[in-house]
């Protein structure tokens, strides 16, 4: 897959790992297919300092007073929290390409970002830290295909039936989407107060509008279904198409 993707768009692309892929081999892969790369690392990993000296991941930069200061807006829970970030140039033993790590501390936890991009400046170290953070957005969005869209198991065994289920799905999520715009904030609001309305704190402050707002359109088409002719005009062509779903 990696090879695909690098035959395809080269270096417009920075690849995103987690700690599951931080391995000395993997960084040789990496190297030979010549990509920009961002890895979450183990702290207890050994690595080569500026001097030569090898180190625990951990133990670089101890003792050292964080280099950038910023608050960041929480994507949960959309409180605003300080984030601090310290960077330095390094080497590991099975790579031959200069390594920099970002090590970013946010709400006590300390996480250690390897990448082989240049960084040197606040700027490149926050775009660093924004472009892993920006992961977890992708991750969410798996998960909710997967739980409330239902492509976890499509149960499809021909790939033209799995292509034109990924449509429709494609479709119902672009339409989830749409009514997320401002110019429909009112009609949604209503919505959510008439068939999914949430009480207490913690609901109010939760940042789930997607899910959330299927649930509140399954409700109300289940209590009143959509007229298909309000929609579309009853021409001769909906009727074949409706007395082909019936079949």
Known sequence: M????????GPLLTFVFDRGYASGPWLEVLERFRVRFIIRWIKKHLFLDQDG????????????????HQLIRESSSGLKL??????T????????????????RLK???????????VQSEEQAWEIFFAYKRRWQIETSF??????????????????NRLKLLGIVLLVYAFLLVLLEEVHAEHVQALLR???????????EALVPLYR????LSRLWNDCRPILGSILPPNLETLQALALLRC
Not at 152 to 158: D, F, G, K, M, N
Not at 194 to 203: E, F, Q, S
């Open 194 to 204: 008439l068939k999914c309305h949430r009480t207490g704190k913690r609901c109010h």
């Open 89 to 104: 140039p390094l080497r590991h033993p099975k790579s031959r390409q200069p390594l920099y790590l970002v090590k970013a």
């Open 108 to 118: 006590g936890h300390v996480c250690y970002l390897i990448t082989n991009e240049r």
């Open 82 to 87: 300080t984030c601090d970030l310290w960077w």
């Open 53 to 68: 000296r090898e180190k625990k991941l951990w133990e670089i930069g101890r003792g050292k007073r964080y280099l950038a």
């Open 2 to 9: 990696l090879r695909v993707l690098v035959r395809r768009w």
């Open 213 to 216: 707002l299927r649930w509140a």
């Open 143 to 160: 998960r909710y295909g997967k739980c409330e869209l239902a492509l976890e198991s499509p149960r499809l065994w021909s790939l033209d």
